[in-house]
């Protein structure tokens, strides 16, 4: 296993770190992953530069943070089934994950990590944002932490999102199920606080509030977590590697390049109970 000199360099003030000196290409040695580990906790994403891996070397880097978890409704690569392509194709004008989320919410118990890395990405724009939710809810007041300990929401799957032409959705059930969470989720690793919902098309409303009464909160949650002062931006490049924490993560892919191919490969790590 490659013993590596690990250059960890914060990308803004509050999340995320580029990871300089590592070779995915290799297995890394213990004491080598245990530092991106803590890397990862610290920064809630982080990113590796000029990675030249296969599917199966890719895979092999994220069995290292636990199991890995197949998409229930897109399907993977036919040699490699646990990596999905994520493919906007130069006439789509949609993209996948183009609101702010967090991974596979819509299930009982989602992925805690997820990793992306970039085939082939447009001369500019496809960049990706990030935003802290731990950070999000420490900046809340008193009150309004104390109002929302105990709710929890119905989370389902959306069916009628607009997704890439690429995209290979699979078969849906009529009635996708229901998931309930708790919308404040405690980290199980840092012990730490965070913001946990989804889009509206996916976080319907908070149990024992109708759709309508549960709107004015989550839409004020959803604009603050979506201030710049909790949120990175990262501008991919061919070879970059990410990788981020559901837990305390949410994401958004901006769709800012039509006319331009963007092909990303995606494992998803876990699943986790968020209690």
């Not at 636990?66 to 004008?93: M, T």
Request: net charge negative.
């Amino acid at each position: 296993m490659a013993s590596n000199h690990l250059d960890i360099q914060p990308i803004s003030g509050a999340m995320g770190a580029e990871l300089h000196g590592i070779d995915l290409s290799q297995p890394l040695d213990s004491d080598t992953f245990g530092e991106v580990h803590q890397a990862l906790l610290d920064h809630g994403a982080i990113f590796f530069r000029d990675q030249d891996i296969t599917p199966a070397q890719q895979l092999a880097f994220a069995r290292r943070w636990g199991d890995v978890h197949l998409h229930p409704h897109i399907q993977g690569l036919p040699e490699q089934p646990e990596v999905f392509p994520i493919v906007k194709d130069v006439d789509d004008v949609v993209t996948l994950g183009g609101e702010w989320h967090t991974d596979q919410m819509f299930t009982d118990t989602p992925v805690r990590a997820t990793m992306l890395y970039a085939k082939e990405v447009p001369p500019f724009g496809g960049d990706t944002l990030f935003a802290n939710a731990c950070r999000a809810y420490d900046a809340l007041s008193d009150g309004m932490k104390d109002m929302l300990a105990d709710l929890r929401t119905y989370n389902q799957y959306n069916k009628k999102k607009k997704r890439a032409a690429a995209m290979q959705v699979t078969d849906i059930e009529e009635e996708a199920p229901w998931a309930e969470h708790p919308l404040i989720r405690v980290h199980s690793e840092t012990g730490r606080k965070a913001l946990y919902f989804c889009y509206e098309g996916i976080t319907r409303h908070i149990v024992g509030m109708t759709e309508e009464e549960s709107a004015p909160l989550l839409d004020f949650l959803r604009g603050h977590m979506a201030r710049p002062e909790h949120t990175c931006r990262f501008r991919w490049e061919v070879g970059s590697l990410a990788v981020w924490d559901n837990r305390s993560v949410q994401h958004l892919a901006i769709n800012d390049y039509n006319g331009y191919r963007r092909e990303m490969h995606r494992i998803t790590v876990g699943p986790e109970a968020s209690h």
